[in-house]
T-cell receptor, first 110, second 115 residues
């Protein structure tokens, strides 16, 4: 079955690193994604990782994938107040659709 | 490009009224998705179209919900009659069919309140 789980809330101080975790259940996922939703806006793709990769780095973002444990994480280095948002983990099993987690609200305090 | 356009941005209506939400996908995109977001259930896929044809509507909650895509640049999601439990943010998203990763582009959403 398809199910993506995330913790609901994370609070960090500006300048610290943030780590948002996600677990998924379908081992046939081809791509895994992190989307960001700012207040009053739609979701925007932040980064993605192909299922045959273990890690992907993109500036302040690091994505780690552990296929054995079906665990995905997003690390944001030097977190800024502008990073405060809801972060969604999503998996793409077939070709067409995505299954999203419920989202993790990241609050960055000065 | 203007991105995915949704209208209205906010809709307040009374129970029993018909509600129509509108979406204009990004030009050239082959897929269009309708989602509903609530605190309790998160982001749920309601229906999606490929080349204007509905492919999977298994997420549509009940017969009160219907969606159409008469052409490549326009889609509607209709709720008739509306109920208070339909209150949510409804998102439209679109993407290209290019055989690679599945980046969906989301509109800003329509916040629906049914009193």
């Amino acid at each position: 079955g398809e199910d993506v789980e995330q913790s609901l809330f994370l609070s960090v101080r500006e300048g610290d690193s943030s780590v948002i975790n996600c677990t998924y259940t379908d081992s046939s996922s081809t791509y895994l994604y992190w989307y960001k939703q700012e207040p009053g806006a739609g979701l925007q793709l932040l980064t993605y990782i192909f299922s045959n990769m273990d890690m992907k780095q993109d500036q302040r973002l690091t994505v780690l994938l552990n296929k054995k444990d079906k665990h995905l994480s997003l690390r944001i280095a030097d977190t800024q107040t502008g990073d405060s948002a809801i972060y969604f983990c999503a998996e793409s099993i077939g070709y067409s659709t995505l299954t999203f987690g419920k989202g993790t609200m990241l609050l960055v305090s000065p | 490009d203007a991105g995915v356009i949704q209208s209205p941005r906010h809709e307040v209506t009374e129970m029993g009224q018909e509600v129509t939400l509108r979406c204009k996908p990004i030009s050239g995109h082959d897929y269009l998705f309708w989602y509903r977001q609530t605190m309790m259930r998160g982001l749920e896929l309601l229906i999606y179209f490929n080349n204007n044809v509905p492919i999977d509507d298994s997420g549509m909650p009940e017969d009160r919900f219907s969606a159409k895509m008469p052409n490549a640049s326009f889609s509607t999601l209709k709720i008739q009659p509306s109920e208070p439990r339909d209150s949510a943010v409804y998102f439209c998203a679109s993407r290209m069919d290019r055989g690679t990763y599945n980046e969906q582009f989301f509109g800003p959403g329509t916040r629906l309140t049914v009193l």
